[in-house]
């Protein structure tokens, strides 16, 4: 126990000098009106909404993809620019339905 109380000063020493200098890192510069604009402009109605693959979300990807530039942000290594293609699909649940379960019959809109 005696060791181990002498060892504990010793390494609480060594992890300050790992410790990183919070004084130069990106987040520490932003200041709040910044922010708050670039946030207010990301909810504004003016997106509308931001669906996946609406109109909205392209103007709030294509508005990111810019401030990354602004801010010196390199794309991701293989690729040209901000974005990345994912095919989606647009998938509509039928408009009647029904299903059969231990003799219930259960409609969709009317008891499902």
Known sequence: MKYFLSLL???LSVS???GQYAGGMPEFDLQKET?????YY???D???GRYTGSEGGQKAANY???LFEVYGLEPAPGTEGYFQNIPFNKVV???KATIDLAGNNFVHGDNM
């Open 9 to 11: 000063p010793m390494m």
């Open 16 to 18: 300050f000098l790992f």
């Open 35 to 39: 922010m708050e604009t670039h946030m």
């Open 42 to 44: 990301l909810a504004s």
């Open 46 to 48: 003016h997106l509308e």
């Open 64 to 66: 990111i993809a810019r």
């Open 93 to 95: 649940p039928p408009a």
